[in-house]
């Protein structure tokens, strides 16, 4: 133990002498967490569209109120001299409502009225929620002034649970601290790792008694610790700054972020090991703990969204197994009996990338 607290020592020694490494460990991902989330949002409000109002009835003015009482659009007047492709080839409008004449008279004779609304589909996503939304707006329109003469068999009452304000920072702020998390301390591990080759200081401790596994551990240690004054950091800003609060029983979280800092740090340590150049370590390391972790983790779309053909490389993706247990944490609260199952798989995951680790570093055992 003495020479694995001897060999953290050194490891932290080194990175605080250098400054930039201690911004990178510290001031980068706050910057990713804050920036990310504060740019990703599933919230939409304010899409412009167009109303095209043929009618000029009171019912059809009616109907443009309740469009434009909904959070989702912002509703501007369209000539009717105009095509709407204009407003769609001009970005003006991403839908246009089109209400025909007679629309007021089969109102009030109680017949079946219909309205147009077009939609620019370039961004499928934005085309997909104004669909939802106007749809909406219509059924409450219909529930509004033909509810009592058109009586609907069945009423939903729906309940929002753990994130009831629907809040996007609720939702990405775990996931992109699970990210920050995945790409910063097996960075700052893989180059301490890969420098000891590149410059060959690492033959300094070929020669010496200290044992591969103490080497790595050591050095695994160490940047647990950055790897915890990380967490502790960003933590901190999901608490105060997004409203974030533990659900539930903290423990599992605890367990699996310590099981989760040794897995990355051993996971950069790995690869260190395996590439003696600090350039090829640090675009590997961008490659799998920030490409996977941001593609196939779920964190900005569901596992079961991802093309089939794919879907099966999550499976090894460590990162996707933290986020729901951050994510059960910080808002479902199901502890240990939801999330058990992803605890083992971290620190089974961990245990691979140290084996893996050790065997390229085992040369430095000493023979009887």
């Avoid at 502890?335 to 199952?341: E, F, H, Y």
């Amino acid at each position: 133990m003495r020479r694995i607290f001897a060999q953290a020592q050194k490891e932290l020694t080194q990175l605080m002498r250098d400054r930039l490494a201690v911004t990178l460990a510290l001031v980068l991902p706050v910057v990713l967490l804050l920036l990310q989330t504060t740019a990703i949002s599933l919230t939409v409000k304010d899409l412009p569209i167009i109303v095209q109002d043929l009618d000029q009835s009171q019912a059809s003015l009616k109907l443009v109120d309740a469009f434009r009482q909904s959070l989702s659009f912002h509703v501007a007047s369209w000539p009717a001299d105009k095509q709407p492709e204009v407003a769609f080839a001009s970005n003006k409008a991403r839908g246009a409502l089109i209400i025909p004449e007679e629309y007021g008279r089969q109102v009030a004779r109680g017949q079946n009225a219909t309205v147009q609304m077009l939609i620019d589909a370039s961004d499928e996503n934005t085309a997909q929620i104004i669909s939802g939304d106007a749809a909406q707006v219509v059924s409450a329109y219909n529930a509004e002034n033909a509810g009592a003469a058109r009586p609907q068999p069945v009423t939903a009452a729906i309940r929002l649970w753990y994130n009831p304000s629907r809040s996007s920072q609720k939702f990405y702020g775990p996931g992109i601290y699970v990210l920050a998390m995945s790409l910063f301390p097996p960075l700052l591990a893989t180059l301490a790792m890969s420098k000891e080759g590149e410059q060959k200081t690492i033959l300094q401790v070929y020669v010496s008694n200290i044992s591969a596994h103490e080497f790595l551990l050591g050095k695994i240690a160490a940047f647990m610790v950055v790897a915890s004054a990380e967490a502790i950091v960003m933590m901190m800003i999901l608490f105060m700054g997004f409203g974030l609060r533990f659900a539930g029983d903290p423990t599992p979280f605890i367990v699996a972020t310590i099981l989760y800092m040794f897995t990355v740090t051993a996971f950069g340590n790995m690869l260190g090991a395996a590439i003696p150049s600090q350039v090829a370590a640090m675009q590997a390391v961008a490659l799998t703990g920030f490409l996977f972790v941001y593609m196939l983790s779920g964190l900005l779309f569901p596992v079961q969204n991802i093309p089939v053909g794919i879907r099966w490389i999550s499976n090894f993706v460590w990162g996707r197994y933290y986020i729901e247990v951050v994510r059960d944490a910080l808002l479902a609260g199901g502890g240990w009996p939801s999330v058990w199952l992803k605890v083992l798989v971290i620190g089974f995951i961990g245990s691979i990338f140290y084996t893996i680790a050790w065997r390229n570093l085992r040369r430095m055992q000493l023979k009887d």
